[in-house]
């Protein structure tokens, strides 16, 4: 018997404001019910339906209009394909998707991220990180875990021919908006950057939204792609032998050694 969209109604917050809507794509049925019992949980979020197949989860999108899908990259018809069908088919920003992998695949990583998924995490993740994750990529964020950032860089590392590519979009950007994409591209928040500009909060994320414009970059996930095909941005050892720095530790590094000698270095505009 074939699969068929499963269409679900919860009940919105006892708070009275308006629930979250998750549509769950994934094959297994069981790893759907466990899902849905997650999601169920949570005062503020509820699940708007259920689909077994990559193509069943673009018509689910397109029915239901879910504020954010969880996806599996391993979908029967393809994760990354699907994401990028229901992105492209539903209002942009209206659905956002977060995609779970059971491997750290460097294609599959930088598939999804090309798609268009702005929350990308492992399927061992702790129960509360999917939660977190749905609530950070609802809001306009963008969420990657950091084995899964590895597993992107490793991707860039093994092809240093996307090092030398230079996109004409680079060229609009203003030299302080160059150096906001490269820390974004180290992994700073709003916030650190602006500790490191020495600038307010607003002006950072300023900054950062006229470069995610210019650069036609539908989120951070992708502008850190960016930042990487046009070489504006190296990987230094600390990258390449897998263990990532966190934010604080470029911040720190950038503080005592200065930019030459940064894990990432942004180049000169």
Not at 96 to 110: G, I, K, N, S, T
Request: overall charge negative; some cysteine.
């Amino acid at each position: 018997m074939p699969h068929t969209l499963h269409a679900l109604s919860s009940p919105r917050p006892e708070s009275g404001g308006e629930a979250l809507r998750v549509l769950i794509a994934e094959g297994h049925g069981l790893v759907r019910a466990g899902f849905r019992a997650l999601i169920e949980g949570q005062a503020d979020m509820s699940v708007a339906g259920e689909a077994p197949t990559a193509d069943q989860a673009l018509a689910g999108a397109l029915e239901l209009r879910p504020d954010v899908v969880i996806i599996d990259a391993d979908i029967p018809g393809g994760g990354a394909d699907a994401v990028y069908r229901i992105l492209a088919a539903t209002d942009q920003g209206a659905t956002r998707v977060v995609m779970l992998f059971a491997h750290p695949r460097d294609e599959a990583v930088l598939a999804a991220v090309r798609a268009g998924a702005t929350g990308l995490l492992l399927k061992d993740a702790e129960p509360d990180d999917l939660v977190d994750a749905l609530r950070v990529v609802a809001a306009g964020d963008a969420l990657l875990a950091p084995s899964l950032a590895r597993a992107l860089v490793h991707d860039f590392l093994s092809r240093p021919e996307r090092l030398r590519s230079s996109p004409e979009q680079l060229e609009e950007l203003t030299p302080r908006e160059r150096e906001v994409v490269g820390l974004v591209a180290c992994g700073l928040s709003n916030e650190e950057i602006a500790e490191q500009l020495v600038v307010t909060r607003a002006t950072a994320k300023t900054h950062v939204s006229r470069a995610l414009c210019k650069l036609h970059a539908r989120d951070r996930a992708q502008l850190v792609v960016l930042a990487y095909e046009a070489g504006l941005v190296q990987a230094g050892p600390r990258w390449q032998n897998g263990s990532a720095p966190s934010a604080m530790q470029v911040l720190r590094s950038r503080a005592e050694d200065g930019l030459r000698r940064s894990p990432l270095q942004p180049l000169a505009a």
